[in-house]
């Protein structure tokens, strides 16, 4: 089965660790030829991907100067690359690129799947919401992260074939030895949705010197949140017990010294993190925003689902679970074991089945 994956980047992010997982399964268990198609902006590869992978990227640079000129130009060298590729299947990932995929893909013969990889209320304007609303439709196949989702896109598109896949989250063994700290982590880009000026405030007003509060991340989106957060701490006189970690490739350590996961994101598609902070045996605390948390999350038994910005309660839950390792404990147990549904080999057969199932 030859596999064609298309995506802007393997950089930094949920989206591109998704992708790089599934490269790498289609490759490993089913002894899949995967090419993958780069194109956006940065066409960097952040994760690790099997070596078998075939890569390829556009002979030209793409900038936001000459933003239509290099749209225009990379649906062409789309169109031409898929074309000498000749796949049995193409997989999409991007709210914002799979539009331009669906756009190069006119008049070829391949069937082509795309996912959205992002919250399903996002508003992304009113020109790439129309051209969503005409093109997804023409896809072969969309495949939903949530339930949620797929109930949301029910009612934009005239699509009958979907599949409803949550992310693929890897196991993270927990060393018998391993100690836990008083650390309360969150991890994710330092972009404006996630609000971590206002975790970093809810911290603060508890008041508990004896934990540590450690955000591991970096900028993304051009939005310069990282000076913007270093601001906020000189401001409050730089306390010991609060960091910023920046961009972590082993994000692993982090989770396994930690004893809870604080989540305060307004929008989300399926959040890995919360996954992986599950897999590690940590207890979450996440704000329930429209898809993704509480897909994983069942409040009260493995975690706790807070209202979107209801930050009295969001410090309510993490007082009580600070102040009962016994309850930590029990919660992180059941995390650990309930995310298990989400086991890599599991989704990426559900991917490979459903992308290849024409050819089945």
């Given at each position: 089965m030859k596999i064609c994956c298309c995506i802007h980047s393997l950089g930094p992010g949920g989206m591109e660790r998704v992708m790089s997982e599934l490269i790498?399964?289609?490759?490993?268990?089913?002894?899949?030829?995967?090419?993958?198609?780069?194109y956006g902006i940065e066409r960097t590869i952040f994760y690790d991907v099997d070596e078998r992978a075939i890569i390829h990227r556009p002979p030209f640079v793409f900038t936001?100067?000459?933003?239509?000129?290099?749209?225009?130009?990379?649906?062409?060298?789309?169109?031409?690359?898929?074309?000498h590729i000749a796949p049995d299947?193409?997989?999409?990932?991007?709210?914002?690129?799979?539009?331009?995929?669906?756009?190069?893909?006119?008049?070829?013969?391949?069937?082509?799947?795309?996912?959205?990889?992002?919250?399903?209320?996002?508003?992304?304007?009113?020109f790439q919401n129309k051209l969503r609303n005409v093109l997804y439709p023409k896809a072969t196949g969309i495949i939903a992260q949530t339930t949620k989702a797929k109930e949301y896109y029910d009612r934009l598109f005239q699509q009958s074939n979907y599949a409803i896949i949550g992310n693929p989250i890897r196991n993270i063994e927990i060393p018998s030895d391993?100690?836990?700290?008083?650390?309360?982590?969150?991890?994710?880009?330092?972009?404006?949705?996630?609000?971590?000026?206002?975790m970093i405030k809810l911290f603060a007003e508890l008041n508990r010197p004896d934990w540590k509060l450690v955000i591991v991340g970096g900028?993304?989106?051009?939005?310069?949140?990282?000076?913007?957060?270093?601001?906020?701490?000189?401001?409050?006189?730089?306390?010991?017990?609060i960091e910023l970690a920046g961009t972590?490739?082993?994000?692993?350590?982090?989770?396994?010294?930690?004893?809870?996961?604080?989540?305060?994101?307004?929008?989300?598609?399926?959040?890995n993190v919360v996954g992986e902070a599950m897999s590690s045996g940590l207890p979450v605390i996440s704000y329930d925003c429209v898809a993704g948390p509480?897909?994983?999350?069942?409040?009260?038994?493995?975690?706790?689902?807070?209202?979107?910005?209801d930050d009295e309660l969001f410090k309510t839950r993490l007082k009580e679970l600070m102040d009962?390792?016994?309850?930590?404990?029990?919660?992180?147990?059941?995390?650990?074991?309930?995310?298990?549904?989400?086991?890599?080999d599991k989704i990426v057969d559900n991917f490979y089945q459903f992308i290849t199932k024409q050819h089945q």
């Open positions: 790498n399964g289609f490759i490993r268990n089913h002894g899949a030829e995967v090419h993958v198609i780069l936001n100067k000459r933003r239509t000129w290099c749209t225009l130009k990379t649906i062409q060298y789309l169109h031409k690359e898929i074309k299947t193409v997989l999409s990932f991007g709210n914002y690129w799979n539009s331009l995929v669906l756009l190069a893909t006119r008049g070829l013969k391949y069937p082509v799947y795309v996912s959205d990889r992002s919250s399903p209320a996002k508003d992304m304007g009113k391993n100690e836990r700290e008083n650390v309360i982590v969150s991890v994710g880009r330092l972009i404006h949705t996630k609000h971590y000026d206002r900028d993304a989106q051009n939005q310069n949140n990282m000076a913007k957060l270093k601001s906020q701490l000189t401001e409050m006189g730089n306390p010991e017990n972590q490739k082993e994000v692993e350590r982090y989770l396994l010294r930690s004893s809870i996961f604080a989540f305060t994101s307004s929008s989300e598609g399926f959040p509480s897909d994983m999350i069942e409040d009260g038994v493995n975690g706790y689902l807070v209202p979107v910005f009962n390792a016994e309850k930590r404990e029990e919660m992180g147990a059941k995390a650990k074991a309930s995310i298990k549904a989400f086991e890599v």
